[in-house]
């Protein structure tokens, strides 16, 4: 068995069955010892199944007569319109039925963009990780220097850990996870009473290179986002607005350059 770590590619393979037999197993172990994560998977497992099972009917279905090749041909001008909704149809259908857990999970919901998407990205990765008491980061902060290195060259821009101590957070470590925007760095961080935030950095579209920073919130977690010189930044946690904001202060200052 191999040791490498389980990431959000991973999971995802895992639901959608694609992953080599000995990384299937691997995963399968990791969610026994992980039930949060366990729970997660399990809920867009169901999806991929009754998805499948909805759309199993349509694609048993005989093409329609109107995709006869010399139908078209003949009365390609009055029928153009129908034929082109169809196709449409039969193409969402198509890509439904090919894909599964997590892919269909994110397919059917409205896609935002922005710091809305980032803070979402932030959010569920502090749900995911967060409560985590055995593993919730791959490299532990007595390896900053690996974990800095490693998320710097997946963003391909150099990315710095923020030193939170001044705000009474110490780093945990940290973790790359996938986005549906590219890869992003996790940076995750406690205090004196076991509390957690992520710091969450990912490269921005063309459109969001430099964005002010904006409250963000997920269910029971919240925080802020903003984005400068093509990097996102979100910091989460459950703490309240006013405690976090201090705080994503000042690791925008220290993401400035100097």
Excluded: C
Aim: hydrophobic content about 40%; proline content about 7%.
């Amino acid at each position: 068995m191999s040791h490498r770590p389980i990431t959000e590619d991973d999971l995802h393979g895992y639901v959608d069955r694609v992953l080599e037999p000995e990384r299937q197993a691997e995963v399968a172990a990791y969610l026994n010892d992980h039930p949060d994560v366990a729970k997660r998977v399990a809920a867009f497992t169901g999806q991929r199944e009754l998805l499948r099972a909805a759309i199993a009917p349509v694609a048993e279905e005989p093409l329609p007569a109107a995709l006869n090749l010399s139908r078209i041909i003949e009365q390609r001008r009055a029928r153009q319109p129908s034929f082109v909704r169809w196709a449409a149809a039969a193409l969402v259908l198509l890509s439904i039925g090919g894909i599964g857990g997590w892919s269909m999970h994110g397919a059917l919901q409205a896609s935002p963009g922005g710091l809305a998407a980032l803070g979402q990205e932030a959010a569920a990765s502090y749900s995911v990780y967060a409560p985590d008491r055995v593993r919730p980061v791959e490299v532990r902060a007595s390896d900053s220097a690996e974990l800095v290195q490693w998320v710097s060259e997946r963003l391909h821009r150099p990315v710095k850990a923020p030193d939170l101590t001044m705000s009474g957070y110490r780093l945990m470590g940290g973790r790359i996870v996938a986005s549906p925007h590219g890869p992003a760095a996790m940076f995750m961080y406690d205090d004196d009473r076991g509390s957690r935030i992520v710091v969450l950095i990912r490269a921005m579209s063309s459109a969001d290179q430099n964005a002010p920073m904006t409250p963000q919130s997920q269910g029971d977690v919240g925080g802020f986002a903003w984005a400068e010189d093509g990097l996102g930044y979100s910091l989460m946690g459950r703490a309240a607005p006013q405690s976090l904001r201090p705080v994503a202060d000042e690791v925008r200052r220290q993401s400035r350059p100097i």
